[in-house]
């Protein structure tokens, strides 16, 4: 074990030994290299150095040679500036003084043409050149705006320029202005007399252009000089403008608007022409288009050969008169020609295709001689559109004219029958023609025959209106509703569709009117009360079948409900209007009863006379109602109505009677009286027919028609009957007494009637159900 270890480290300090040899050797090399590299650095630096440093020198010697250089540029430089400065100072000076003679110069030039243009302008002028002279004030104008452009100069010239440009300026508008005024003279009548035709007949306008022109190429030199001077100044627009507010006003308004004036044409040689109105005799309240276009194209041709045929710039002195009128000329045939022009019948729109063609050669005229351009005008589109301006004047007329009717006299009235129906115009077959009917008869008349030979078939009259009487003014509205309607068959369809819905809204209207403007006729006039409630009703009627019967020939889209939703507003209307005049006869008559002093303490004479005369003047009321009601109502509603008031007036009798606490033997006798006259004279008010031997079928059922009458006949023998006779009537409740009064009402009235007795006791006792 020893040895090993012993070996180990022998060997290992052997090897030790032989690295560090190795080691040191490696070593040497290294410096060995490292000196040859420092040599050959130390050779190159202070060898090399002496070379470098001899080129050094040789650049320091070209730089201090460059930097003299400099110096000298330096030096030059500085000499340069200063002339330099020294010539930017002259030029500025000779630039100055430059400016100044070109600015002399040219205003030098700006008063020499200034002076030419003035004399030019004045050699105009004189020679009635107007367009030259005004060309040359022009000219003369934009030279003085020239020199006052320079803002520089302090000379007075061009103020004084200025003042005289102006003054010349003013000179020539003057004379064109005079010239114009001998071009056209207008003899024009006071404006205080416009009131009439005849006011306008003193309108003349007198053309000063020389002799009549038969070539409208040939102009005056003078009107073209004049013209176009104007135009130049800017003065012609206004003088155009004024010109055609006069001849509007006073001689193209009046000739749109009375048909019997027309335009006069005078031609006076070597002097010119006169246009003046004249009147000729006519009827016609509106003048025809053709008239109108006739009259109009008169004037402007005329003024278009004499005056305005006259070019100035780009356009003639006739299309800048044509701009300035048309608008207001248009409207104004529009308004009091075409308007009146349109067909009140559908039928005569076909034949409105003849002033459609007047119309366009009228505007075809006009374009020719300049006054219009443009393709479509607002005039031509109005005739054009006829068919909608006829729905529009119809609906409006037939709207003006259900107005009337609803704010006229409700008094005059006519009888209504079971045989009464409107007069529908007959109408065409919408579907097939005759043959397709009389065969789809033939295919179904055998089975119909069969069909309905036993069966039982209704009155002729069944679902007819019952006698009665409505006021003219409505039969006529309802006239005029199928009138429309018929015209609505034949028109075009949107015009059909506006005459419908017109329709509908004449009797919109008339729910909205009648029932507004006749309010207090109807509550002070019973008479109207009960006409109102018929034409209500009359209407409702109608109303049912109207749409049927027109509704294979319109227009109208599936769903439309035509007429007949206006039925039951009709029937409130109605009902509304003779429910308030009722209740105000129940007032009355209940005020008159209030007088009676609820019929107690009759024994008093005063009492009894009072009483008396309220039963008295009830019945006199019911009988008056009677009388005015009478032949106007139905007969069902007069029998209703009278029923219900008189209804009234026996419930007010016995709730009274029935509250007196104590009836002593005459207060009975005299209450059994009054009870008595009601009975007797009650069914005479029942008059609802002018034939008194008609009458007595409908007094004899008064019991049908008030509900309280067999209460008062009871009550009327209760007041006169023994205790026994009470308790027989009453019969344990099956009695008649039984049927009209309760137990407690039956016992009240026999304590009132009879003393506090066994007799009275036992017959209480008996009065039960």
């Known amino acids: 074990m020893s040895s090993f270890v012993t070996e180990v480290l022998a060997s290992s300090g052997k090897l030790e030994k032989d690295d560090l040899a190795c080691k040191i050797s490696k070593l040497s090399r290294k410096v060995e290299a490292t000196k040859e590299e420092v040599t050959d650095m130390i050779n190159k630096k202070y060898t090399e150095f002496i070379s470098s440093m001899e080129a050094a020198d040789e650049l320091v010697d070209q730089v201090e ?15 340069v500036k200063q002339n330099l400065h020294d010539a ?17 110069i040219g205003m030098l030039q700006h008063l020499q043409e200034f002076d030419m243009a003035m004399e030019e302008y004045h050699k105009a002028l004189q020679e009635k050149n107007y367009v030259v002279a005004a060309k040359q004030h022009g000219t003369a104008q934009a030279n003085v705006d020239a020199l006052k452009a320079w803002k520089d100069t302090e000379l007075p010239l061009p103020q004084a320029l200025s003042s005289e440009i102006t003054i010349q300026r003013e ?17 024009l009548p006071s404006t205080k007399e416009l009131t009439s035709m005849k006011s306008f007949l003193t309108t003349a306008l007198h053309l000063n252009t020389g002799a009549c022109k038969a070539d409208d190429s040939v102009q005056d030199p003078l009107l073209v000089s004049i013209l176009q001077a104007l135009s130049v100044q800017g003065e012609l627009h206004k ?41 000729e005799e006519t009827k016609a309240e509106h003048p025809k288009p053709s008239q109108v276009y006739t009259k109009v194209l008169t004037v402007l041709t005329t003024l278009h050969k004499q005056l305005f045929d006259v070019p100035v710039g780009e356009k003639k002195v006739s299309e800048i008169l044509g701009d300035l009128i048309w608008e207001e000329m248009s409207d104004c045939i529009i308004s009091d020609c075409l308007v009146h022009s349109i067909p009140t019948n559908s039928s005569h729109l076909a034949e409105y295709s003849t002033v459609i063609k007047q119309t366009e050669e009228f505007e075809s005229s006009l374009k020719k001689m300049g006054y219009l351009t443009g393709d479509s005008t607002d005039l031509l589109k109005y005739a054009r559109n006829v068919n909608c301006h006829f729905a529009s004047k119809k609906c409006q007329d037939v709207i003006v004219a259900a107005r009337k009717l609803m704010t006229s006299d409700m008094h005059n009235t006519v009888k209504i029958t079971p045989e009464y129906k409107l007069s529908i115009p007959k109408l065409p077959n919408p579907a097939g023609g005759e043959k397709e009917k009389k065969e789809l008869i033939k295919k179904s008349g055998y089975r119909n025959q069969q069909t309905l030979e ?11 209106l019952p006698v009665c009487r409505v006021s ?24 059909a569709v506006q005459l419908f819905y017109t329709v509908r809204n004449i009797f919109h209207l008339f729910y909205d009117v009648v029932p507004t403007y006749h309010k207090e006729n109807f509550l002070k006039l019973p008479h109207l009360a009960a006409i109102q409630h018929n034409n209500c009703m009359f209407i409702a009627h109608h109303l049912l079948t109207l749409g049927h019967q027109f509704k294979p020939h319109l227009p109208l889209k599936d769903g439309v409900a035509y007429f007949v939703d206006l039925v039951p507003g009709f029937r409130r209307l109605g009902a509304r209007c003779f429910v308030a005049q009722m209740n105000v006869q129940k007032a009355e008559m209940l005020e008159r009863l209030s007088t009676a002093r609820n019929f107690s303490n009759l024994d008093d004479e005063e009492n009894y006379s009072v009483a008396s005369k309220a039963i ?26 009278m029923g219900t008031l008189l209804n009234t007036a026996i419930c007010e009798l016995i709730n009274k009677i029935m509250m007196l606490e104590d009836i002593s033997n005459e207060d009975g006798d005299r209450l059994r009286t009054l009870c008595q006259t009601i009975i007797e004279e009650g069914p005479l008010v029942f008059t609802p027919l002018p034939d008194e031997n008609k009458n007595k079928k409908y007094q004899e059922e008064v019991p ?3 509900k309280k009458w067999m209460t008062l006949k009871e009550l009327s023998i209760v007041l006169n009957a023994s205790l026994q006779e009470i308790v027989d009537r009453w019969a344990e409740g099956k009695g008649p007494l039984g049927v009209e009064f309760s137990c407690n009402e039956m016992k009240s009235l026999i304590r009132a009637l009879f003393k506090n007795t066994e007799r009275r006791a036992a017959a209480l006792t008996k009065i039960v159900k």
């Open 171 to 187: 000179n020539l508008i003057y004379h064109l202005g005079e010239e114009w005024k001998k071009l056209a003279v207008w003899k």
């Open 65 to 79: 040679s460059v930097s003299k250089d400099i110096d000298l540029l330096k030096s030059f430089v500085v000499a």
């Open 88 to 104: 930017v100072t002259e030029y500025g000076k000779l630039k100055q003084q430059l400016e100044k003679n070109t600015m002399v």
């Open 704 to 706: 049908v028609y008030v």
């Open 239 to 279: 003088k155009i403008k004024l010109f055609g507010q006069v001849l509007f006003k006073y001689m193209l308004k009046p000739l749109i608007l009375y048909p019997s004036l027309v335009v006069e044409v005078n031609c006076q040689p070597e002097q010119g022409i006169v246009l003046s109105l004249q009147c």
């Open 616 to 641: 008295r003047q009830v019945i006199h009321q019911l009988r008056r109602l009677g009388k005015v009601w009478q032949d106007v109502l139905p007969v069902n509603i007069y029998c209703k109505a």
């Open 472 to 495: 003219e003014s409505v039969q006529q509205l309802m006239d005029l509703a199928i009138h429309t309607l018929s015209e609505a068959v034949g028109s075009s369809p949107q015009c």
């Open 454 to 464: 036993n069966e039982k078939q209704l009155s002729q009259h069944t679902l007819c």
